[in-house]
């Protein structure tokens, strides 16, 4: 038989009988969303390759050696650098006293962190610029003090750390939750210490908790393109991201150019769900114990 | 319930979190509701109330609430068929599902612009019916049907693979056919999980921006979504309007996560006592 589907303990599939439908029924659902899933999904992912190479291979490695493209997967990649490491601590800080302690509002403070996927990338942009914009806050002080924020780099990865934020946390926190306590109470009772406690019980608990957060906050770091629009001003060479590249060039009408940088991002997003699968197919990790044993 | 607390670092790490919490989220959002309290009344009902943005709320909120019921139905589609049946490339597209949340959105925008143009792979067996869909409204729709294709699935599936046939079963011996099951017995069941799923595509739809300029033909009033115009009026430095529907939409979004906890804890409940 197939293997298991990602998150659950196998199910076997009844082929006949009262709780299944027949089988031109089944083979028609199967049909449409095959169909659903091709016109929306497959289609334009093998478009995005095929529009990459549609003025040839030359051409293709030509646009990725530009030095402009090169300056943006850079940037791209340093932004990635600074935002997943700083949300996975910040994850993994926020998910221990989460889901380990007790204290008064803890509902509404797992609200507020997951209060970035409800915002608009535009808007986590403009948060910033009101921030640190020439007319923000903080701006004359800013200027004052010759320290650019808006318009720079500095911006770029506040607002990827923004867009990013939850990432790692909302996939801890209800692992851990689920984990509970006693482990590392155990731990401790018989005398680890708190950092031996965390290194030696917790981590190899959520690891695979924590690569599954850390792998989308990369994929999303990487990728952000409304968020980041609003706080680079766009300056060739200095502060364009790869997305940001890629409309540079789509609206420079070189459409094979733009599509061969959206290849490499298309590749990223490949990489990353494969990795995704991956995850889930060892995190039973993912999941509270009681469904492991089932698993 | 006052316990002993064995583990350490309750402090620092809740310290910390606050800290992060505060400095990356809670101060630039407090930052533009004060931006906000500066403006006048009429200052702000002008930027909201003005004809370009009362069009652009119409076709964000129109085009999204489309995109996301095509989602509510191909989501249960998708995830029915995916939990429900074994067949040659299952696993393939179950894990291709993910692509909206893993594609960047510039990356989806000018590809889907690509294959629904007249002359693209999809469009231009749409074009001799003299539907067009990339650079008109239906191009908005699909892009945002994309970015929202995962949200549905995800949340219907696991729901889906928890349920009981023993219940189905009893349905099916008291009489019931498999089309009166599905809307009497399995649709009441997976209803919370659908909406909570219908509610995400729903958010996430009104605050994309990536995917839709580069399908959208972005002429005001008639194809301007809410978050081009905000980024319009950046452009223009009008810093007061763009934050007066920053936090209109801001507010709605923040309805939308209120809305979208409420299901989930109501599936969730309904989940421990089927």
Redesign the interface.
Known sequence: ???P????AP?R?RRCG????PLFV?WL??A???V??G???????I??FA?AFAKGVGHYFHTLADPMTVSAIKLTLLTAAIVVPLNCV?GV??A???A????PFKNI?T??????F??????AG??????F?A???FGPWLIAHNIRIIFAVPGIV?AT??VT?PFVARELIPLMQAQG?TE??AA??LGAS?WQ?FWRVTLPNIKWGLLYGVI?CN?RA?????AV??VSGHIQGVTDT???H??VL?QGYD?AG??AV?SL??F???V???L??WVEGKGAALHPPEEKISA | MKKFKVLPGFKLTLGCTLFYLGLIVLIPLAATFGKTASLSLAQFWRAVASPDALAAFRLSFGVSFFAALANLVFGLLVAWVLVRYQFWGRRLMDALVDLPFALPTAVAGISLAAVYAENGWVGRWFAPFGIKISYTSLGIFVALTFVGLPFVVRTVQPVLEEFDVEIEEAAATLGANRWKTFWRVILPMVMPALLTGFALAFARALGEYGSVVFISSNIPMKSQIVPLLIMNKLNQFDYAGATALAVVMLVISFLFLFAINYLQWRSSRHRVQP
């Open positions: 038989m197939q293997a589907s990602t998150f659950h199910r599939v009262p709780t299944t439908e089944r659902l199967i449409a969303a095959l659903f899933l016109l929306f999904l497959v289609v334009p992912l478009a995005v529009g910040f800080v926020a221990w006293a989460i380990k302690f007790d204290f403070l609200t507020l962190i997951d209060l970035p409800a915002v608009s990338p535009v808007i403009l948060i910033y610029v009101l921030v914009g007319q923000g806050w506040l750390l923004f934020f306590r590392e109470e401790r009772v708190g406690t989308l994929a990487m990728g952000e393109f409304g629009s609003v790869m997305p940001l890629i409309e789509y459409s733009a599509f959206a991002l298309a990223l997003a490949l990353t769900i494969a995704k699968a």
